[in-house]
């Protein structure tokens, strides 16, 4: 496949060498004003003590006759050197963003979401899932060898609490908590867990006996007895039935499930273990010192096993990664990335150095974090074990009612409003960086008019309508040649942006940044609807006609993708 990225590649290429000779550091950037753009005036300013905007103009008018001069045009704008695609370059190569194909890539391990097995996801989570999920669509698309895994906690206190207070039977009345109708009347595997989970620790709380049957079963299980080992892995897997038919609601699938359990069971745990404690006695805790590494706790030194031989969540943690590590290695080269919470950032720190130090892993390749923020959600704050939840279920199922409504109200066509409130939810959660704190609301999610995934989806209805209105065969417009001379500003801003968006999609895969994408998807079908506005289609003369239904064609080639990757789907007729 013609790869029309390597050309604009060479095009910075040819650039830089020309402006070297005025600077050895200048750099050149992709630019929303222009093609391409670089500041190089502004460093040389200072060198020089002149003004930026005189050493611009003096810049461009020594390279402007240069080799450059038949694919790119230079103009100097208060200082800036602006690097503009000719229209003869537009008109050979636009049309090619239909075939590019990345190259073959490394492999990638990701995983996401990962949620313990103790109920229904509540919508705090919801965050993990959707970011987890962009980033693996958008690895993939950029051809890494890419698997998406979840890590299913089904060893430790909470699921042997939840798994012991299910075969008593124990449950909570969940009309004591302050529970919507939804959660209450919700039949699904994860919901059956709840009241299970509630009772569970209260009891382990306030009844020494089932505290001390708790304590038997991690550590019968620990020490490998199969029955306590079945007995959490049977519970985790229930409830975690109910947890992935919410995910795939949300069409957010993985390609392995991780069970914390099978570290035990294989030995990989005791492993870790006794390399990174080899002189531990027994009855003793496992514990190590990171202090010369600049990693120091509060309560002293890290602890790995329990003395009475349990061990904790961090070295069964160290023995998955050295197993997703084992997986990079017979691949032969690729990283593993894990997305988390902000307030896991110690723990992550922890990890990274014990198998960096300890292990003599290179994890400044293989192993990267993305940590996002958290979603506030109307100042709400929940937790699992209170009964204080909303659960993605719930709020989608609210999201799709509201699109319903709106679009009736709109007079629009109501099919694809279960889409619509679905990529309402997500887009809100994508467009803003992982590391920012969010404040969702739904009404502005589902904004017609605001930055949101329904505006986006409306555009793409509206290039549908428009192509099928043109009576005219998608795969033969396609194929028309047409020229990118003489056109007005609302095409060539199209055009500009059309061709940026496999270098978009790269940079927002290789820097775990899904922003980047939801806002490159959203300026296009801004740029689409001001073209729209002020550039007839059907109605032009038949050249400019066709170069308009070609681009036309193209916005909705890349809307269509762009949308993919964040999880939205697309929708075509409202």
């Known amino acids: 496949m013609y790869k029309i990225f390597k050309m604009l590649s060479n095009i910075k290429t040819k650039i830089l060498p020309e402006l070297k000779k005025f600077d050895e550091n200048a750099t050149i950037e992709f630019s929303e004003h222009c093609d391409f753009t670089s500041t190089i005036a502004f460093r040389l300013a200072k060198k020089q003590n002149k003004n930026p905007k005189v050493i611009a103009e003096e810049i461009v008018n020594k390279i402007s006759n240069s080799d450059l001069k038949e694919d790119v045009e230079v103009k100097a704008l208060n200082g800036y050197l602006n690097f503009y695609l000719t229209n003869k370059f537009y008109s050979e190569n636009l049309p090619k963003i239909l075939d590019f194909k990345y190259d073959k890539k490394g492999k990638v391990i990701l995983e996401h979401t990962s949620v313990n097995p103790s109920g229904p ?103 490998g007895e199969k029955d306590a080992i079945n007995l959490m892995k049977e519970t985790a897997k229930f409830c975690l039935e109910g947890q992935r038919e919410a995910l795939e609601n949300l069409d957010i699938k993985f390609d392995k499930f991780d069970y914390e359990s099978e570290f035990v069971e294989n030995g990989k745990v005791n492993e870790v273990i006794n390399h990174l404690c080899p002189d531990r006695k027994d009855n003793e805790p496992a514990e190590i010192c990171l202090e010369e590494y600049g990693i120091k706790r509060e309560k002293g030194k890290i602890i790995l096993a329990r003395s009475n031989g349990t061990s904790v969540y961090l070295a069964r943690d160290i023995a998955y990664h050295l197993y997703k590590i084992n997986l990079i290695n017979k691949f032969g080269n690729g990283k593993i990335l894990n997305v988390l919470g902000e307030d896991h950032k110690q723990e992550f720190l922890e990890l990274k150095t014990i198998l960096e130090k300890k292990f003599n892993v290179n994890t400044n390749i293989c192993l990267n974090a993305v940590f996002f923020s958290f979603v506030n959600f109307e100042g709400r704050k929940f937790s699992t074990r209170k009964g204080n939840i909303i659960t ?71 290039i549908c309508r428009l192509i099928e209105k043109s009576n005219i065969n998608e795969e033969e417009i396609k194929n028309f040649i047409v020229s990118y001379e003489n056109v007005a500003d609302e095409e060539l801003n199209l055009a500009r942006n059309l061709i940026k968006f496999y270098d978009l999609a790269e940079k927002a895969g290789n820097e775990f940044r899904p922003n980047l994408l939801a806002s490159y998807i959203y300026n296009l079908a801004a740029l689409f609807s001001k073209f729209y506005d002020k550039c007839p289609v059907l109605n032009a003369e038949e050249e400019v006609k066709k170069r308009r239904l070609l681009l036309v064609v193209l916005v909705k080639f890349v809307l269509k993708n762009g949308l993919n990757l964040l999880g939205i789907k697309t929708i075509e007729r409202m």
């Open 121 to 223: 996801i509540h919508i705090g989570r919801i965050r993990n899932a959707i970011i987890g999920d962009c980033i693996g669509r958008t690895l993939k698309f950029c051809n890494y060898e890419t698997e998406t895994h979840y890590y299913v906690n089904d060893m430790g206190k909470q699921i042997a609490i939840i798994a012991l207070a299910r075969q008593k039977n124990l449950r909570t009345d969940l009309s004591e908590f302050d529970l919507s109708d939804f959660i209450r009347n919700f039949v699904r595997n994860d919901y059956e867990i709840l009241p299970h989970y509630i009772a569970g620790n209260e009891y382990y709380e306030t009844n020494e006996e089932f505290k001390s049957l708790t304590d038997e079963i991690i550590r019968k299980a620990e020490s």
């Open 392 to 462: 993605i279920d719930e709020l989608i199922s609210d999201a799709i009612e509201k699109a319903k409504n709106i679009m009736l109200e709109k007079n629009f066509a109501t099919e694809g409003y279960r889409d619509i409130g679905i990529g309402a939810v997500k887009y809100a959660i994508l467009k803003i960086d992982p590391q920012k704190q969010i404040n969702f609301k739904l009404e502005d999610a589902l904004n017609f008019e605001g930055e949101t995934a329904c505006y986006i989806q409306y555009a793409y209805a509206r």
